[in-house]
């Protein structure tokens, strides 16, 4: 009966952002906003990120969140240089422990906004553009097959927005 009651609401948030998306006087700010919100909501997740690459670097820019404070989205908690190579390969990224995890950089920064797991997943917009929607958790976390398919249909639908918001601004 829970098993149900998740699906149902999983298919609801889904719907709720393909409607947001195709709205003509949604910003892209809010829509992206709309999408890691559930995506934590969804999950119990503290907080949640999409980033984007930097054209011409391997910096991941933040271009939306949610739960999460401006001093933890600024201290590169990820080994950006191990991250970048794995969202451009199409890894997805599952930390359960940050407190043993070699690619945690910042380990302080982690304890500090109480931050012990994540979940990564890649998305490309287009042949040039990648992003990443980042799910972080305060306990250790093991995601269900469910939860990951919904995480990676947001992922998807941030795209999609971002595609739709490029074409709109080019009419």
Same mark, same amino acid.
């Given at each position: 009966?829970?098993?149900?009651?998740?699906? =149902?609401?999983?298919?609801?948030?889904?719907? *709720?952002?393909?409607?947001?998306?195709?709205?003509? =006087?949604?910003?892209?700010?809010?829509?992206?906003?709309?999408?890691?919100?559930?995506?934590?909501?969804?999950?119990?997740?503290?907080?949640?990120?999409? *980033?984007?690459?930097?054209?011409?670097?391997? =910096?991941?820019?933040?271009?939306?969140?949610?739960?999460?404070?401006?001093?933890?989205?600024?201290?590169?908690?990820?080994?950006?240089?191990?991250?970048?190579?794995?969202?451009?390969?199409?890894?997805?990224?599952? +930390? #359960?422990?940050?407190?043993?995890?070699?690619?945690?950089?910042?380990?302080?920064?982690?304890?500090?906004?109480?931050?012990?797991? +994540?979940?990564?997943?890649? +998305?490309?917009?287009?042949?040039? #553009?990648?992003?990443?929607?980042?799910?972080?958790?305060?306990?250790?976390?093991?995601?269900?097959?469910?939860?990951?398919?919904?995480?990676?249909?947001?992922?998807? +639908?941030?795209?999609?927005?971002?595609?739709?918001?490029?074409?709109?601004?080019?009419?």
């Amino acid at each position: 009966m829970q098993e149900n009651k998740m699906l =149902d609401s999983y298919f609801y948030a889904l719907n *709720r952002v393909i409607d947001v998306i195709y709205r003509e =006087d949604e910003d892209l700010a809010d829509v992206l906003h709309f999408i890691v919100s559930l995506a934590t909501e969804l999950t119990n997740a503290k907080g949640s990120t999409i *980033r984007v690459f930097e054209q011409g670097s391997f =910096d991941l820019k933040a271009v939306s969140s949610y739960g999460l404070s401006q001093t933890f989205l600024k201290s590169g908690v990820i080994d950006s240089g191990k991250s970048a190579t794995e969202i451009m390969e199409g890894d997805t990224i599952i +930390l #359960t422990d940050f407190e043993n995890d070699p690619r945690i950089k910042n380990l302080q920064a982690a304890q500090k906004e109480n931050v012990n797991a +994540l979940i990564g997943i890649p +998305l490309t917009v287009n042949e040039t #553009t990648y992003s990443i929607l980042r799910v972080y958790f305060s306990s250790k976390k093991v995601p269900t097959h469910e939860e990951m398919e919904m995480l990676n249909s947001l992922g998807k +639908l941030s795209c999609l927005a971002i595609e739709h918001s490029v074409i709109r601004s080019s009419q």
